[in-house]
């Protein structure tokens, strides 16, 4: 079975810096996209960033400029950096992989999540 496990999200200040580690195991065959996700009460789960295996980047608005996604490919992990922090950002951060076995055939996987609250 295939699972993701996060870690890093804790209890931070605004205008903090924190990075989050998402590695993947398990049967892998070809991992494509790689993200994370956030859900705070009352919101809906957003896209926070998602990158390729290439490389290319997509940002959520509220992140653009100030959070980073990175992803180790031979290591099957994906890293966020955020910067800036703000109490909007308090969420559960989930990781999140897009997968392809040798069929061909897609497969998703999330992780269970890590919790990121920026307060003072």
């Known amino acids: 079975q295939v699972q993701l496990v996060e870690s890093g999200g804790c209890l931070v200040q605004p205008g903090g810096p924190l990075s989050l580690s998402c590695s993947a195991s398990?049967?892998?065959?070809?991992?494509?996209?790689m993200g994370w996700y956030r859900h705070a009460p009352g919101n809906e789960r957003g896209l926070v960033a998602c990158?390729?295996?290439?490389?290319?980047?997509t940002y959520g608005d509220s992140v653009t400029g100030r959070f980073t996604i990175s992803r180790d490919n031979a290591k099957n992990m994906v890293y966020l950096q955020m910067n800036s922090l703000t109490p909007e950002d308090t969420a559960a951060y989930y990781c999140?992989?897009?997968?392809?076995?040798?069929?061909?055939?897609?497969?998703?996987?999330w992780g269970q999540g890590t919790q990121v609250t920026v307060s003072s």
């Open positions: 999140k992989l897009e997968s392809y076995d040798w069929r061909d055939l897609r497969y998703d996987y």
């Open positions: 398990g049967s892998l065959f070809t991992i494509n996209i």
């Open positions: 990158i390729t295996r290439g490389g290319t980047t």
